[in-house]
């Protein structure tokens, strides 16, 4: 596996990482937790070093499942993580970044994750309550105290990366970006090019729409996050948006590859900082996104996708109105 280095501090990773989210939280399947266990293991054994998980995943029971997937490997990988909600009662509630909060919350995820430092520490959604310079002071300390070892952000706006990285450098920036959201595109990349700050994409094949397996036709269980989300949910969106698994598939069937190794490969190509975390529950689907790295793309061919991508018009949003407004602008 090839490694790519996020932010100045030099953290250095694999070319594509592992989203852990899905293992057991947000959808429908809920694989059992030992054939989980063993897909974190194998994806060490094919390289990936770079894991993704967050305290509210559950809540809780993503963290176990990574810690005690990881302890054996520890000291071969990276683990990212995040703070940033009211758990208190084991439940979701508001955002909550206050400075006590970030301390406990972090003392409880080292006992989740079977470890003694945190690689990546995420503030999963800015919190409007608290100045941003206080959150990045509070990890500022923990990183002082070797608790964690970078700082990074979580659908952070432009001004709030600035004001966060002028106190503690942000090592990366975890926002959506895919071929079919690229709003990433317009002031976030150009920010993080200044700055020397790392972009990690979560949901870089759509929620799974950009694999190609999805259709208007597709039912959700109960359960399934995408329920909740107008993308998915507006059958006639889905209709609209297999645009872009048709351009996918076109780039695809000449580079003998599939369309979610290409719609990886075109992340890839965007910046050298940008380092992808899909996920998946499969071990087969693990081994073709890990492939995904190996595929290069041509000028034409990169050319012909972003052509074709501005051609598209996505339809339906990418959150529901509650999630949307925890986003920040």
Known sequence: ????????????????????MGMSFAYAERPDRQSMVTLLREAVEDGVTFFDTAQVYGPFTNEEL???????????????TKFGFDLEDGQQGGT??????????????????RTDRIDLLYQHRVDPNVPIEEVAGTVKQL?????????????????????AHAVQP???????????????????LPTLEELGIGFVPFSPLGKGFL???INEQTEFGSGDFRNTVPRFTDQEARRANLAFVDLLKDIAAR???????????????????????????K??????????????????ELAEIQAGADDITPQGARYSEAAQRMIDR
């Open 211 to 213: 694999t190609g397996t």
């Open 283 to 300: 071990p087969n689907r693990l081994r073709e996104n890990i492939a995904a790295a190996g595929i290069e793309l041509t000028a034409d």
């Open 170 to 188: 942000v090592t990366a920036l975890q926002s959506e970006y895919s071929l079919w959201w690229r709003e990433p595109e317009d002031a976030i």
């Open 143 to 163: 990183v002082e105290q070797g608790k964690v070892r970078h700082f990074g952000l979580s659908e952070a706006g432009v001004q709030t990366i600035r004001r």
């Open 255 to 281: 580079k003998h590859a599939t369309p979610a190794q290409i719609a990886l490969a075109w992340l890839l190509a965007q910046k050298p900082w940008i380092v992808p975390i899909p996920g998946t529950t």
């Open 96 to 113: 909550d970044s206050r400075p006590d909060t970030i301390t406990r919350s972090v003392e409880r995820s080292l006992t989740r994750l």
């Open 66 to 80: 990574v810690g005690e997937a990881l302890e054996p490997v520890r000291d071969q990988v990276v683990i990212a």
């Open 1 to 20: 596996m090839q490694k790519r280095t996020l932010g100045s501090d030099r953290l250095v990773v694999s070319a594509i990482g592992l989203g852990c």
